[in-house]
């Protein structure tokens, strides 16, 4: 089954320091991923998603995202946090079944210090 | 951005009591979703609807149900609410032509069952 892995259940950065968020999938063919982030008492916000093509890819309030089919990975970067990152970011994958419904993973939750 | 509404966003009731979580969209899509998301966990997806009078089950099992009477409206009913029913409920929703795998949230709703 498809599934994603988000090693790192909290992670704490300086306002200003890079990020990295990871993420690992399980999956047979070429996936399709996403990067969503959801601030408190809120829903998921779409940051970015990969189909095909570049590897690189751009998404919202300056993220961005690279796949690796070698290492199985998707993370998530972003070169200089500000405060208003502090949230909880969550990958997913298309799954096969179920009308395409994502396969989500644990979520990792970033707080960002002064 | 999405268009995708939900209502309540907060509710507290008492056991035994019938809920109704309304979930709108203007965005004419097809597909519609409904995850269920508990404190520091991944979203699993309880229901979902290819269109109008489609309903279907999702990978988690759930007492709840669905209906598909208009192509914007999904609201997920819960017959006898009871404290295991406690958590956060989102909506989606996908376009089932061109991009039908990217997913809009709307913004929760937060159920407390005492």
């Known amino acids: ?114 | 951005e999405a268009d995708i509404y939900q209502t309540p966003r907060y509710l507290v009731i008492g056991t035994g009591k019938k809920i109704t979580l309304e979930c709108s969209q203007t965005m004419g899509h097809d597909k519609m979703y409904w995850y269920q998301q508990d404190p520091g966990m991944e979203l699993h997806l309880i229901h979902y609807s290819y269109g109008v009078n489609s309903t279907e089950k999702g990978d988690l099992s759930s007492e709840s149900t669905v209906s598909r009477i208009r192509t914007e409206h999904f609201p997920l009913t819960l017959e006898s609410a009871r404290p295991s029913h406690t958590s956060q409920y989102l909506c989606a929703s996908s376009e089932s032509s061109g991009d039908r795998k990217t997913q809009y949230f709307g913004p929760g709703t937060r159920l407390l069952v005492l």
Request: charged share 15%; net charge neutral; aromatic share 14%.
């Open chain 1, 1 to 114: 089954a498809q599934s994603v892995t988000q090693p790192d259940i909290h992670i704490t950065v300086s306002e200003g320091a890079s990020l990295e968020l990871r993420c690992n999938y399980s999956y047979g063919a070429t996936p399709y991923l996403f990067w969503y982030v959801q601030s408190p008492g809120q829903g998921l916000q779409l940051l970015l998603k990969y189909f095909s093509g570049d590897t690189l890819v751009q998404g919202i309030k300056g993220f961005e995202a690279e796949f690796k089919r070698s290492q199985s990975s998707f993370n998530l970067r972003k070169p200089s946090v500000h405060w208003s990152d502090a949230a909880e970011y969550f990958c997913a994958v298309v799954g096969k079944g179920s009308g395409y419904a994502l396969n989500f993973g644990k979520g990792t939750s970033l707080l960002v210090t002064p």
